[in-house]
């Protein structure tokens, strides 16, 4: 029993843990939340129902077209809605941001409806037993390519002259024009990274809960915004342990409160602002009077 729900709990874990990354990435580099994310990861699940019902619900093709919207969705939210505020106060990119994501909402009720919609199964049936748990093949396929994402994102970050300039943007972007890298570039490129793993995202809760609404990007972005700051916000292997503790916080919880399922992420959330702000692998900042 406890061994089911530890597994459910990493499955819906690192789920959060891709959007998670998303709010990580632009904080990192801006130093705001693009409170927008979790309705990109909400479009992601209806461009990958719209996919499946329309051309084709393999997996190998759907994960990447997603992948490609969404990121496409995002560099067009950050050129079009937060470019041109880039240097005004963060009072002001956050509430574009909120209307950005009510924008995206409203998009999508408008297309599909307000009801729930039934998500197809993107993974084989079956399970394999471990001996000390049983896992069914879509969890095993779910774990793998979540795992996959990762250690690109990895590379990404830390193998490339891309990823580097992430790094260099993340502690002064300021500095950046003036070694001859184009900080406009580097920005844009990480919303379209960001979004895409919150499209992604989408699509394997779609597939994993088989139904998708146009609300999930409220309780959904929510947890996940609840996941970085456990993990500190901007730090991208923070996002993930967060994510992973929130899902196996939430599992465990609803299995005795049920009916309380969604106040852990606002228990968790008190208890890290209460006792360790800066989050897990945050830092704490400088006080300045």
């Known amino acids: 029993m406890i061994s089911t729900i530890i597994v459910g709990g990493l499955i819906l ?12 990435l632009v904080y990192g580099i801006l130093k705001f939340i693009n409170f927008a994310h979790g309705d990109v990861y909400m479009v992601g699940a209806f461009v990958g129902l719209y996919i499946a019902s329309t051309f084709t619900a393999s997996p190998w093709i759907l994960i990447p077209l997603t992948a490609v919207v969404t990121g496409l969705l995002g560099f067009l939210i950050e050129k079009l809605a937060y470019k041109p505020l880039r240097h005004a106060s963060r009072l002001n990119s956050m509430i574009t941001a909120i209307a ?30 471990l001996g000390f748990v049983q896992i069914s093949l879509m969890q095993l396929w779910l774990l793998v390519i979540v795992a996959v994402l990762l250690a690109v994102l990895y590379w990404l970050v830390m193998k490339t002259n891309f990823g580097i300039s992430m790094r260099a ?5 300021n500095q950046l024009n003036l070694v001859g890298i184009n900080s406009n570039q580097v920005i844009s490129l990480t919303f379209v990274i960001g979004a895409a793993l919150g499209g992604v995202a989408g699509v394997l809760a779609g597939s994993y809960f088989t139904a998708i609404f146009p609300y999930m990007g409220a309780t959904g972005g929510i947890k996940a915004f609840v996941a970085a700051i456990i993990g500190g916000i901007g730090n991208l292997p923070g996002a993930v342990v967060g994510g992973l503790i929130m899902g196996i916080s939430e599992v465990v919880f609803a299995a005795y ?10 228990l968790l959330l008190i208890l890290i602002l209460l006792y360790r702000p800066q989050g897990l692998f945050g830092e704490k900042g400088e006080e300045r009077v």
């Not at 924008?103 to 049936?125: C, D, H, M, N, W």
């Open 13 to 24: 874990g690192v789920i959060y843990s891709l959007v998670a990354l998303g709010y990580s």
């Open 169 to 173: 943007a993340s502690e002064n972007i």
């Open 257 to 266: 409160f049920p009916s309380y399922r969604d106040a852990v992420a606002f």
């Open 100 to 129: 950005v994501g009510t924008i995206l909402q409203g998009v999508v009720l408008k297309t599909a409806g307000p009801q729930t919609r039934g998500f197809p199964s993107l993974f084989p049936e079956g399970s394999i037993n």
